[in-house]
């Protein structure tokens, strides 16, 4: 080690060296390697230097220790320059698509690993407490409550926190992020289409009624932004919290729910009602199945695709910003 190297930190030639004897073959997977102390004893540097190098190489998976074992190699992938922990609130087809595409857009150098909460803030907490300083970057799909949000402070200490698919709240304005504005998506998309729904007898919205306070947050949004629309245009508008038994012939219907969305398709077949004229049918989050169901489904969705590659980017680039994702109504033969 070089102390007179002011270009190079001591604790990156730590690093650098445990590389270099990894690359050279002088340690392979499983082996034990030097203390904390050992390493401050024979290099004459402080601590918290040795246990900054180690704490990145933990990050980057190189390393890792165990009671009673001390540090050992855990991984000879060294080309690993960040571990992102992705967090996802859903297991959907719509979130494969964000994955795929985030995946997509990082770098071969960029480790990710994903997990999902389900909306359970117990479980969300569990998950960050767990994982907490084991990854460089956190991108984070947040429970909305505030002591959910209180951990993520916490976790920034640890490591670069991102915010996604989540709308733009104040306690996160420190965070890069990309989110959806759900009250004005939903509101400008329904106003730019306005024309279409002018067709109809009446537009029924059908969200099930949330389980728990978490998924609320988000649907109240879309509600408020439906009714906004409502006011606005004066149209004949109504909000369902269940699939109507009886499709009405003239109606357009906006379906939150897949599920909800099939039995629609099911029973308009039943009934021979033809999507696109006799009925209406707009669901909600674009999926592939989608374009080819009922002759091609109509879809109001923030893009996916996009979203993945916007996050991709920040993480990337470290760049500290706020990016609105793009929320579109796609029109297919069922509008």
């Known amino acids: 080690m070089d102390k007179n190297n002011n270009e190079v930190s001591l604790y990156r030639q730590i690093v650098d060296e445990l590389i270099s004897s990894i690359q050279n073959g002088l340690l392979s997977s499983g082996d034990p390697i030097s203390s904390l102390n050992e390493l401050k004893s024979r290099y004459q540097v402080s601590r918290d ?18 009671p009673g074992k001390g540090y050992y190699v855990r991984s000879t992938n060294i080309e690993v320059q960040k571990k992102v922990f992705l967090l996802l609130d859903e297991n959907s087809s719509y979130k494969s698509i964000l994955y795929e595409s985030f995946l997509g857009n990082c770098s071969r150098e960029t480790q990710v690993d994903v997990f999902f909460h389900h909306q359970n803030p117990t479980l969300f907490k569990t998950l960050l407490k767990t994982y907490t300083g084991k990854f460089s970057h956190y991108v984070i799909t947040p429970v909305p409550e505030t002591d959910c949000m209180d951990q993520v402070k916490e976790l920034a200490n640890k490591g670069k926190v991102f915010i996604l698919d989540y709308g733009f709240n104040e306690e996160q304005h420190l965070y890069p992020s990309v989110f959806q ?155």
């Open 49 to 66: 230097t040795v246990i900054k190098a180690y704490n990145e190489l933990k990050i980057r998976g190189i390393i890792d220790s165990k």
């Open 181 to 335: 504005d759900f009250e004005e998506d939903m509101f400008s998309q329904l106003m730019e289409n306005r024309a279409s729904f002018e067709k109809y007898q009446k537009t029924l919205m059908v969200i099930k009624r949330p389980s728990g306070s978490t998924e609320n947050a988000f649907i109240s949004k879309m509600i408020r932004g439906f009714q906004k629309f409502a006011r606005k245009t004066g149209l004949q508008v109504e909000l369902s919290r269940t699939l109507p038994a009886e499709i009405q012939k003239g109606y357009c219907y906006i379906l939150h729910s897949d599920a909800d969305l099939v039995e629609m398709v099911k029973t308009a077949q039943c009934t021979k009602l033809e999507p696109g004229k006799d009925i209406g049918i707009i669901s909600y989050n674009e999926t592939p199945i989608k374009s080819v169901v009922a002759k091609g489904i109509s879809t109001l969705s923030t893009n996916f695709p996009e979203m993945g590659k916007y996050m991709a980017a920040l993480v990337e680039g470290g760049q500290k910003e706020h990016i609105k994702n793009e929320f579109r109504l796609i029109r297919r033969a069922s509008f």
